[in-house]
């Protein structure tokens, strides 16, 4: 999701570079996010997967790529206590698929996109690059190992990496399980927003077009072996995020009324409390966010009005995901 507005830019803002969009088209994809490409003469859709390593050189050595923006993984954090290892599959082997292919090609820069969430949560301790990884859930820690392999790539063969560590990102195009456009989508269908455990969780949102920038800059300045933190110091509970939305899509103020909308289920197995980051090296490149909550909010609500039905399961995303046993506890299938 964050990839189609990165896309979008560059083929728009950088004519003279074919941009390749490689993706699966999983079942939060949807190709309409890039209508607004998609006949440009620089821009070429493929459907593949990382996880094919002959299809994945094939592709290089077809394409001719020189810089790599990988993005795909499996992200939603509940899902991953239930398919651990399909998890594992995608975001560890597919990534080490994708960088050992990026090697043998020789490209010049690979950007690695990955999240606050290895980090693990605090309540106080703000992190920073060199802070230590303490993922608490399978999904980050499959971001976190993968990672690993990227960075070792650098450490090994001084091979120019690039790894990314982004706060949670919020804007059109996003496939409504994450809970900006699930608590939108789900008020505008006249349902409740559903709240895990207290709902005091908070955690740091930063707009599309913030995060789009944040990319370009780390393609041009980003310097190969690093690691770069795009964070953003607004920060919100889950509880009140979805009392903003509510006054704004349901037009209430008072705190009943407010309730009337919400209804709370038991909490997941961990739910980190917060993941402040410090973002100083990016700031050091030049980089800040710009687009102010209400603007971007406003933006996004909008656009969920007239897009929810841009993929075929939307409605599915909108069910509150079951409650799981910690994942040690699964079985393998």
């Not at 969009?21 to 949807?30: F, M, R, V, W």
Request: net charge negative; with cysteine; aromatic share 14%.
């Amino acid at each position: 999701y964050s990839a189609s507005h990165v896309v979008v830019s560059l083929v728009k803002n950088y004519p003279n570079y074919l941009i390749v969009n490689l993706d699966k088209l999983d079942y939060c994809a949807s190709l309409k996010n890039l209508e607004t490409v998609s006949k440009k003469e620089n821009y070429k859709f493929i459907q593949g997967d990382i996880c094919e390593p002959h299809f994945i050189k094939q592709l290089f050595e077809t394409e001719k790529i020189d810089i790599v923006l990988h993005f795909a993984a499996q992200t939603h954090v509940d899902l991953s206590f239930w398919h651990a290892l399909e998890f594992t599959y995608v975001n560890v082997y597919g990534t080490n698929v994708l960088v050992a292919a990026a090697y043998e090609a020789n490209v010049e820069k690979f950007v690695y996109a990955s999240t606050d969430e290895v980090y693990g949560g605090s309540i106080d301790e703000e992190f920073d690059e060199s802070s230590p990884k303490r993922p608490t859930n399978p999904y980050a820690s499959s971001k976190a190992a993968a990672e690993c392999f990227v960075q070792s790539y650098w450490e090994r063969y001084q091979f120019p990496v690039v790894i990314t560590r982004s706060s949670n990102v919020y804007g059109p195009h996003q496939y409504p399980e994450k809970v900006i456009p699930k608590f939108i989508s789900l008020l505008q269908q006249n349902r409740k927003c559903c709240i895990h455990g207290s709902g005091l969780q908070r955690r740091n949102f930063l707009y599309a077009t913030d995060v789009v920038e944040a990319f370009l800059t780390v393609l041009k300045e980003g310097k190969p072996g690093e690691i770069y933190n795009i964070g953003t110091n607004f920060e919100m509970s889950i509880a009140q995020l979805a009392k903003e939305l509510i006054h704004l899509i349901k037009k209430t103020s008072s705190e009943s009324e407010m309730e009337h909308w919400m209804y709370y289920v038991k909490d997941r197995p961990t739910n980190d409390l917060r993941y402040p980051m410090s973002s100083e090296k990016m700031h050091n490149l030049g980089w800040r966010p710009k687009v102010p909550w209400k603007e971007g909010i406003k933006k996004t609500i909008e656009w969920y009005k007239e897009n929810f039905h841009n993929w075929k399961n939307a409605e599915k995303a909108l069910e509150p995901f079951p409650v799981t046993e910690p994942f040690a506890q699964l079985s393998t299938p």
